[in-house]
């Protein structure tokens, strides 16, 4: 009897064995990655990731499809990737403070911040002032001394409204003590476009977004609002033509996240591949010749990088 019920147990064992399959789960990635954009094509943040796609397979061993999911300030697009599936092939293009101003000053936001891990950060884009090549403004000052004889009446495009770019222009009007009317469109590229269009008499833009531009003569830069002079670009800082520290508080951080639940291999692997794309000399010329100021963190620094965005938003978010 003992031995029946002993090969009773050694079939049923053997027989659990069969009907529950061990699935590996396949070498990550084996198929090409989607990057969503949340923003319009020719902005800063679909310039640079079209520029990393051009170069990263080679060390994702995948390329990389970008699509762009434009709408509401870059919200619609981090919505879907809160919903994507956690499984590495979805990722987004970041940008702070956008992401954070969306969760602090709307209600009803679908996505939060803690519903993403934030692979990197490659690039930090700050914001210009513009011009036409025929605009009656040839300068900073001269945008300023209108604006103080004229409050209001001066159209500026940007990203937005309650966007990074809408803080840094209202940033600006406080320190200068001046008052314009921000037209927001829905991305720096839009806001280019407007410009060029006459729609507007200036347009406060990301240098990413308006370097081709600039260097067809088609606009003309009047101040970079950054600490540093930027490589390549002849503008002056906001320190240097005002003679202000005003804060860069619309400078864009730009990096990859991807949904929290994301494995940490899988997120280990996108840091690996970033990091090296943005080490390779041919990434950086091209990077270079587009005015990209290419500044990688891994994925412990982008988090502290939120972390420190938060609380400089926190203290200006009342200027809306």
């Given amino acids: 009897m003992k031995n029946k019920w002993r090969l009773l147990i050694a079939v049923c064992v053997c027989l659990s064995f069969m009907t529950v399959p061990v699935v ?7 198929k090409p990655v989607l990057a969503i954009v949340p923003f319009s094509p020719g902005g800063g943040n679909d310039i640079l990731i079209r520029l990393i796609a051009k170069h990263i397979t080679p060390f994702l061993g995948q390329s990389i499809a970008v699509e762009n999911k434009p709408g509401a300030g870059g919200q619609i697009g981090w919505t879907a990737l809160s919903k994507a599936r956690a499984d590495g092939y979805t990722i987004s293009v970041t940008s702070l403070p956008s992401m954070i101003l969306i969760k602090l000053l709307r209600e009803n936001v679908p996505f939060n911040l803690d519903d993403f891990r934030y692979v990197c950060n490659v690039q930090v884009d700050p914001l210009i002032w513009a011009v036409t090549k025929d605009s009656q403004f040839k300068s900073a000052a001269d945008i300023v001394a209108y604006a103080k004889a004229n409050p209001g009446k001066l159209n500026v495009a940007g990203d937005g409204p309650k966007s990074n770019v809408q803080l840094q222009e209202l940033v600006v009007e406080k320190a200068l003590d001046i008052k314009t009317n921000f037209i927001p469109y829905n991305g720096s590229g839009p806001s280019a476009t407007a410009l060029l269009g006459n729609k507007v008499d200036f347009a406060i833009l990301t240098l990413s977004s308006a370097v081709s531009h600039i260097e067809s003569g088609r606009l003309v830069p009047l ?34 996240a991807v949904p929290k639940n994301v494995p940490e291999d899988v997120l280990k692997k996108l840091e690996a591949a970033f990091k090296s794309v943005t080490e390779s000399p041919e990434f950086l010329e091209q990077a270079k010749a587009l005015g990209l100021i290419i500044n990688f963190m891994g994925n412990e620094d982008a988090e502290k990088a939120i972390a420190e965005s938060v609380k400089t938003i926190e203290e200006y978010k009342d200027l809306f």
Avoid at 227 to 253: A, C, H, Q, Y
């Fill in 24 to 30: 590996a789960r396949a070498a990550y990635p084996d």
């Fill in 223 to 256: 101040v970079v609002f950054n600490n540093e002079t930027v490589p390549g670009i002849d503008v002056k800082t906001s320190k240097d033509v005002f003679d202000l520290d005003i804060p860069s508080v619309g400078r864009s951080l730009r990096g990859i």
